[in-house]
């Protein structure tokens, strides 16, 4: 178990130098130039010259690389072009509410999928099993922009069950969240439902029947433990499309999370921001997935770890 | 299997016939468009616009109203098809070729160059792709062509993974063992047993690729980071519209219900072609 998790950790480590260098070299280096956009049109060639040589552009570039890896192990993001602040600061300043959000939108996904994958297994092949199915699909094909714009308008504009937009209060956070957990929910349902119907199948559980457990002993005791099993590493691939759905939420909802933070970085391509927040989504990114690869074999025994 | 067999068996879910039906009168739409759309889709009409300048909703002129510059929403609709087919076909033809060339590479000759080459799909797995997709669109000067290329590289990782895995199942199949004993070359075993046999898989995910394409290209342009207005795509008119939402809910619903509806139905075929195409799924469900 030590042996495999410091391996799982330099390789995670790996990871995310392999992510520091991709998106260092995309998003630093094809930009036209940097210093020119943050001096502006009218700056002379001098002041162009000199942005450049404190911000180290002239410099070659394996030593740019170095020395922003040497910054990024301390903490050190950078400065914002255009916000003149921490990039650290900045992301500190927006963590809370993304994860608030997160926490909120991943519960409801998994309430949601789970137990309508759940109630599609055991109605197998009848309408209710189609019609849920159906709406699994519907929601993995609509993009968060137009589910949240609608129910904005549905539920806000028209209904007035929910404010508009902001951050603070539960209802705030209800709507966004919502959004996210309802489209999310679609592959989970998916998931449980054929991992359920493989699980009904087993020997062991028409011995739980056989031996005379009630139906609701022999589903929550013996068939959903072990059908839920493969949500957990989904769990862990999820996280990456759910940042992306964030990004969207967060800037149609008005919620000052990071989603909002890089939204607004991208449209002033302020990149050190932009890289800043892509960072810290793929540190969550690999965390969660290591959770979710160290937590598999615990809640199925079956699976040694040294296998994956 | 041959296609009229597989189109017959695909269409015996009401829901696939149906979404069968939606795809190709898209694909008629987009090809006719310049025939079938009932106005010029950038002709700002004058007779579009209310007395104080606010866009029409659904009438018999405009049948599904116009937008904030007096332009048909129903033509714009029409030629925004196009759009989402073209990046829909060149992206996700760009991240099949490139997935399906990595995918087979690690699989087929496994070892180091494997191993590297899917620790590339590793690294690319932690990336938020969205995010990733939306700064590379947003620095680059978006056009249709770097939209593509864009979606392409964040998508051809899951195609990789696919074929990787399947490229390992066949490659240990004893058909494969016995043409290496009759002596056959790598090349051959490559190109006349594997490749043939990855098929199906990657028809499959072509499929649903296109899916998350139209998608991804959809989300990008409402970003404002994707297909660049006055060129019409159901993402751009969205974006274009937002701030009157509220009170022109057409503008929003339309665009929005043909990108859910086309999405919807590559998923539901591409999901019924992996029921008809794997064998082994065959009975389960």
């Known amino acids: 178990m030590p042996i495999y998790l410091l391996r799982r950790l330099g390789y995670a480590v790996l990871i995310l130098l392999g992510v520091s260098f991709i998106t260092y070299l995309l998003l630093y280096m094809i930009p036209a130039d940097p210093a020119r956009q943050l001096a502006g049109r009218s700056a002379t060639a001098d002041t162009v010259a000199n942005i450049r040589a404190q911000l180290g552009l002239d410099l070659p570039f394996y030593q740019q690389y170095f020395n922003y890896l040497t910054n990024l192990l301390q903490g050190d993001l950078g400065r914002s072009y255009i916000q003149r602040t921490e990039v650290s600061t900045l992301i500190m300043s927006r963590l809370r509410p993304t994860i608030e959000l997160m926490a909120w939108g991943i519960s409801f996904e998994l309430i949601i999928g789970v137990s309508l994958g759940m109630l599609a297994a055991l109605k197998r092949n009848t309408a209710i099993d189609r019609f849920l199915m159906a709406l699994s699909f519907v929601g993995v094909s609509s993009p968060h922009f137009i589910a949240s714009m609608l129910f904005l308008y549905l539920f806000a504009v028209n209904l007035d069950w929910f404010p508009l937009g902001g951050y603070g209060e539960f209802q705030h956070v209800l709507l966004p969240a919502l959004t996210l957990g309802l489209l999310g929910s679609g592959w989970y349902s998916r998931m449980v439902r054929s991992s359920m119907i493989e699980v009904l199948q087993q020997d062991y559980i028409r011995t739980a029947r056989a031996k005379g457990l009630t139906r609701a002993r022999v589903l929550f005791r013996h068939v959903l433990p072990n059908a839920i099993i493969p949500v957990i590493p989904m769990i862990g691939i999820d996280i990456g499309i759910f940042i992306g759905g964030l990004v969207v939420v967060e800037s149609v909802f008005g919620w000052p999370g990071l989603g909002q933070l890089a939204w607004q970085a991208i449209q002033r391509v302020d990149i050190p921001v932009i890289v800043g927040v892509t960072m810290v989504s793929a540190v969550a990114i690999v965390i969660a997935n290591l959770i979710a690869d160290l937590l598999v074999p615990l809640a199925d025994p079956r699976i040694a770890l040294d296998k994956s | ?285």
């Open chain 2, 1 to 285: 299997m041959a296609f009229p067999t597989l189109i017959r068996n695909l269409c015996r879910h009401k829901s696939v016939a149906v979404s069968l039906v939606v795809i190709v009168t898209v694909v008629c739409l987009a090809v006719l468009a310049p025939w079938v759309a009932p106005h010029d889709p950038n002709m700002q009409y004058f007779e579009g616009l209310t007395m104080e300048g606010a866009p029409l909703p659904p009438n018999e002129k405009f049948l599904l109203g116009t937008d904030l510059l007096g332009r048909d929403l129903l033509s714009r609709l029409i030629y925004g098809a196009q759009t989402s087919l073209i990046i829909g076909v060149v992206a996700n033809g760009i991240a099949i070729f490139i997935g399906t060339l990595v995918g087979v590479c690690a699989g087929f000759l496994r070892g180091w160059t494997g191993a590297v080459l899917m620790r590339l799909t590793d690294l690319m797995m932690a990336f938020p792709a969205l995010l990733l997709a939306i700064a590379l669109a947003a620095i680059l000067q978006p056009s249709i062509w770097i939209v593509a290329l864009v979606i392409a590289m964040v998508n051809w990782v899951q195609v990789a993974r696919v074929v990787y895995s399947e490229t390992i199942a066949i490659a240990s199949r004893e058909f494969i063992a016995v043409e290496r004993t009759l002596g056959a070359s790598s090349f051959r075993i490559l190109f006349s047993h594997l490749l043939p046999h990855l098929l199906p898989t990657i028809l499959v995910w072509a499929t649903l690729g296109i899916s998350t394409t139209v998608l991804l290209e959809a989300t990008l342009s409402f970003l404002g980071v994707g297909v660049q207005p006055p060129t019409p795509s159901w993402g751009n008119i969205i974006f274009e519209s937002q701030t009157y939402f509220t009170s022109a809910v057409w503008l929003v619903l339309f665009p929005g219900l043909s990108i859910v509806l086309l999405a919807l139905s590559f998923n539901l075929v591409g999901d019924a072609l992996r029921d008809e195409l794997d064998p082994s799924l065959k009975g389960r469900g």
